[in-house]
Every structure is written in structure tokens, then in C-alpha cells.
């Protein structure tokens, strides 16, 4: 079995986020703020829907390129909601998750050693599945420009062989999104450049101070943008695994030829659950919005009481506050917290080897659950064992 493995794959390092949470397993009375998935179950007409489909005996296969009823109902959300159309036929695919269409999109346009832009912090896989289809990552540091990309900062970093940028907004882990505006501008040096714009909009819905803006919809975009979304975080569905890609029809061909040979299609019955959630889940999805936007208030407000600095998020259900004023980098600060006061946090190294100095919490969790952990955080920051000495 000497040299099984492949020398890409045995360097690669382990999700930062599921490494920690090894630690979590088998712990009792925890209260993680860890991992981003949404606390409330699936809306009930959602999952009805998937139980109805199996009891009408849809088990087959469908189309690799996904439901038709499906790819319809997404093309007119998206037309009414946001002005943007795609052909049901040709420039759209139904994916497991985000995760398989960012996949999907990175082997269908990289060659050996084509660079792909990364804004950093970022969410884990990013990297990784970009070395894994042959490019290289290139990391964007955004901590001086309160974890935004600038026009500025992203010219600098495009050379010859920049192929791709990855904007995923609002952003794990810090929960900032990006105004109309500052996409326009963002989206012109795009154009300047002719980069292929990869935009993982999954928390779009959950946008809170201002509209969501998709990028494909800006002047010139939409022909340059592979626009990816799903159902994991706005409905409640991580479980269901259905995501989906927009973009050129002829990215998503070489895209649907991937996916033929290594999933064939997304199981039927979380389709006929997708499409329910089109149809009457906007409602469920509002009140879940509202929930996380008093969570919001009520972390960010109680973490800046604690001393800790926190920006608060424009979106998604994170905070990123900065825990420098502890004196322990975020590793310690995590395994000790978790291990003296019972509470799971998320190290900022996970999302960026620099970030020592930041802890990720997800506000996806009850607020009974939320009030406790804020009194944990602030008995461990009491005690001498809370801070360096």
C-alpha cells in the first residue's frame, strides 16, 4: 500500500470546522455556536411535499441535469424576484448542495496552474477544491477593509494567469455582504479583466440592512458569471442537499458532463421538496429571517458588552468578533471555552491561517441557547483560567 494516496490529497489539511468538532463529540450539555446550520426544522408543507412524492411512487432517476419541474420553478423565482432568466434547458443545473456546483464549476474551467482569486476569511473548501481541480488559490486578505473586497485590493491581485474570482456574500464566516454599489464596482474590474466571477449566494435570502443584489444581474455579468444558490440556509433543507447553478451554457455543460459521471442527479424526492419550497415556502422563509435578525441584535449587543470587538453582520447567521483583548489566539480560546464552560466555537484559523484572532459563532441556534452561552462566555473571561496571566 506504499504510496497509495495521492500526494495532493495527503497534503491537503482537514476541514478546520469538522477537526474541531471531533473534539464536541460525546461531550454532554454543550452548546455549540459552531457548525452553520439553521435550528429549525423544514418547513412542514416542504417536507410533506417530499413524503407525498414517495407515496405517488416518484423513485426513479431523473434528468442529470435535474428535475424539469424544478429548473422551471427556479428560473421564475428568479425572474420574479430578481429580473434574472435562465434557460431552463441549457444554463442551469440541479447540484447536491452548493458544495458539488462550486466543485463542478472549478473542474469545468481550470487548467493546470490557472490562479483563482479568494477573498479570505473564507468559507473552508474553497481552497482545497481549487487545488483539487489543478489551480491555485489565490488568498485576498480583507481584515483592513472590515472583511470586504475592494476594486482596489482585487486589481492588485490579478495577474496573467488569474482565471477565476470567488465572491461568496454575505460571507462566511463573517457575515458582511456588499451594497449595490460596491458590487457594481467590484463587477467592472471584473469585466476590465475578463474574469469568470463564481458568486455562492446560499445566504442571499438572509441579507437584513439592505436588498440582496444577485451579481448577474450588473451590466455585462451575467455572461461572466457562474451565479450559484440553494436551499440548505434560507429553508431549513441542509439535510436535503439541493443546490443549483446558473451561468454560460457552455460551463454548464461541461459541468452536467461531470456530474453524469459522478452523481447522475439529485435524489428526486428533495427535488419534489425544492419545489415546494418555491412555491409556498416565502413565508416560512420571511419568519425565520426575522428570528435570526433579533438573534443578531441580541449576540452582537451581548459579545461588545463582554468586551469582545464584533462588527455586526449584514447577513447570514454568523458573528466574527475579534477576541485579541483575551491574549489567547483562537485555537486555546476555543478548546478551553469548550472544554471549562461547555460552549463550541469555531477558531478563525479555520477560515484563514492569519485569523488567530477571531472565533466564528453561529447565531443558528435557540435564543434560550444563546442567553446561556453569553453567561458561559462571560464566567470563562472571569476567571483567571480566561485570560492569560
Same mark, same amino acid.
Given at each position: 500500500?506504499?504510496?497509495?494516496?495521492?500526494?495532493?490529497?495527503?497534503?491537503?489539511?482537514?476541514?478546520?470546522?469538522?477537526?474541531?468538532?471531533?473534539?464536541?463529540? =460525546?461531550?454532554?450539555?454543550?452548546?455549540?455556536?459552531? @457548525? =452553520? #446550520?439553521?435550528?429549525?426544522?423544514?418547513?412542514?408543507?416542504?417536507?410533506?411535499?417530499?413524503?407525498?412524492?414517495?407515496? #405517488?411512487?416518484?423513485?426513479?432517476?431523473?434528468?442529470?441535469?435535474?428535475?424539469?419541474?424544478?429548473?422551471?420553478?427556479?428560473?421564475?423565482?428568479?425572474?420574479?424576484?430578481? =429580473?434574472?432568466?435562465?434557460?431552463?434547458?441549457?444554463?442551469?443545473?440541479?447540484?447536491?448542495?452548493?458544495?458539488?456546483?462550486?466543485?463542478?464549476?472549478?473542474?469545468?474551467?481550470?487548467?493546470?496552474?490557472?490562479?483563482?482569486?479568494?477573498?479570505?476569511?473564507?468559507? @473552508?473548501?474553497?481552497?482545497?477544491?481549487?487545488?483539487?481541480?489543478?489551480?491555485?488559490?489565490?488568498?485576498?486578505?480583507?481584515?483592513?477593509?472590515?472583511?470586504?473586497?475592494?476594486?482596489?485590493?482585487?486589481?492588485?491581485?490579478?495577474?496573467?494567469?488569474?482565471?477565476?474570482?470567488?465572491?461568496?456574500?454575505?460571507?462566511?464566516?463573517?457575515?458582511?455582504?456588499?451594497?449595490?454599489?460596491?458590487?457594481?464596482?467590484?463587477?467592472?474590474?471584473?469585466?476590465?479583466?475578463?474574469?469568470?466571477?463564481?458568486?455562492?449566494?446560499?445566504?442571499?435570502?438572509?441579507?437584513?440592512?439592505?436588498?440582496?443584489?444577485?451579481?448577474?444581474?450588473?451590466?455585462?455579468?451575467?455572461?461572466?458569471? @457562474?451565479?450559484?444558490?440553494?436551499?440548505?440556509?434560507?429553508?431549513?433543507?441542509?439535510?436535503?442537499?439541493?443546490?443549483?447553478?446558473?451561468?454560460?451554457?457552455?460551463?454548464?455543460?461541461?459541468?452536467?458532463?461531470?456530474?453524469?459521471?459522478?452523481?447522475?442527479?439529485?435524489?428526486?424526492?428533495?427535488?419534489?421538496?425544492?419545489?415546494?419550497?418555491?412555491?409556498?415556502?416565502?413565508?416560512?422563509?420571511? #419568519?425565520?429571517?426575522?428570528?435570526?435578525?433579533?438573534?443578531?441584535?441580541?449576540?452582537?449587543?451581548?459579545?461588545?458588552?463582554?468586551?469582545?470587538?464584533?462588527?455586526?453582520?449584514? =447577513?447570514?447567521?454568523?458573528?466574527?468578533?475579534?477576541?485579541?483583548?483575551?491574549?489567547?489566539?483562537?485555537?486555546?480560546?476555543?478548546?478551553?471555552?469548550?472544554?471549562?464552560?461547555?460552549?463550541?466555537? @469555531?477558531?478563525?484559523t479555520a477560515f484563514g491561517e492569519q485569523y488567530k484572532d477571531y472565533i466564528r459563532i453561529s447565531y443558528a441556534s435557540?435564543?434560550?441557547?444563546?442567553?446561556?452561552?453569553l453567561i458561559r462566555i462571560g464566567n470563562f473571561l472571569k476567571t483567571k483560567q480566561g485570560r492569560k496571566q
Amino acid at each position: 500500500m506504499k504510496d497509495i494516496i495521492s500526494k495532493k490529497v495527503e497534503s491537503m489539511q482537514p476541514s478546520g470546522i469538522r477537526a474541531f468538532f471531533d473534539l464536541v463529540l =460525546g461531550m454532554k450539555d454543550v452548546i455549540s455556536l459552531g @457548525v =452553520g #446550520e439553521p435550528d429549525f426544522v423544514t418547513p412542514w408543507q416542504i417536507r410533506e411535499a417530499g413524503i407525498y412524492s414517495l407515496e #405517488e411512487g416518484f423513485t426513479s432517476y431523473t434528468s442529470n441535469k435535474g428535475l424539469y419541474k424544478l429548473r422551471l420553478s427556479i428560473n421564475r423565482y428568479l425572474k420574479n424576484r430578481y =429580473g434574472l432568466e435562465y434557460s431552463p434547458d441549457e444554463e442551469m443545473l440541479i447540484t447536491v448542495g452548493v458544495s458539488e456546483a462550486y466543485d463542478l464549476v472549478l473542474r469545468s474551467i481550470i487548467n493546470p496552474h490557472d490562479k483563482v482569486l479568494i477573498p479570505i476569511p473564507s468559507y @473552508v473548501s474553497y481552497g482545497p477544491l481549487t487545488e483539487l481541480a489543478g489551480g491555485i488559490p489565490v488568498y485576498i486578505d480583507t481584515e483592513n477593509d472590515a472583511f470586504k473586497l475592494t476594486p482596489k485590493v482585487l486589481e492588485k491581485h490579478i495577474d496573467a494567469k488569474t482565471k477565476a474570482l470567488i465572491l461568496n456574500y454575505p460571507t462566511n464566516p463573517t457575515g458582511v455582504s456588499y451594497t449595490k454599489k460596491e458590487l457594481s464596482e467590484i463587477n467592472k474590474v471584473a469585466l476590465k479583466h475578463k474574469l469568470l466571477c463564481i458568486t455562492d449566494e446560499i445566504y442571499g435570502d438572509l441579507t437584513y440592512d439592505f436588498e440582496h443584489t444577485p451579481f448577474p444581474t450588473f451590466a455585462g455579468a451575467r455572461d461572466n458569471t @457562474v451565479y450559484l444558490n440553494g436551499f440548505s440556509k434560507s429553508y431549513a433543507m441542509t439535510g436535503w442537499r439541493v443546490g443549483f447553478a446558473c451561468g454560460p451554457k457552455e460551463i454548464i455543460a461541461a459541468m452536467t458532463k461531470i456530474h453524469q459521471y459522478t452523481i447522475m442527479c439529485v435524489s428526486i424526492t428533495s427535488q419534489m421538496a425544492a419545489c415546494e419550497a418555491l412555491e409556498t415556502g416565502r413565508k416560512s422563509v420571511e #419568519e425565520m429571517k426575522r428570528e435570526y435578525k433579533r438573534r443578531r441584535e441580541f449576540i452582537t449587543d451581548g459579545l461588545c458588552k463582554l468586551g469582545f470587538g464584533c462588527a455586526k453582520p449584514q =447577513g447570514a447567521f454568523y458573528a466574527f468578533p475579534s477576541i485579541k483583548n483575551t491574549g489567547l489566539d483562537a485555537m486555546e480560546f476555543a478548546k478551553r471555552l469548550l472544554k471549562e464552560q461547555k460552549v463550541a466555537v @469555531v477558531p478563525g484559523t479555520a477560515f484563514g491561517e492569519q485569523y488567530k484572532d477571531y472565533i466564528r459563532i453561529s447565531y443558528a441556534s435557540s435564543f434560550d441557547n444563546l442567553k446561556e452561552a453569553l453567561i458561559r462566555i462571560g464566567n470563562f473571561l472571569k476567571t483567571k483560567q480566561g485570560r492569560k496571566q
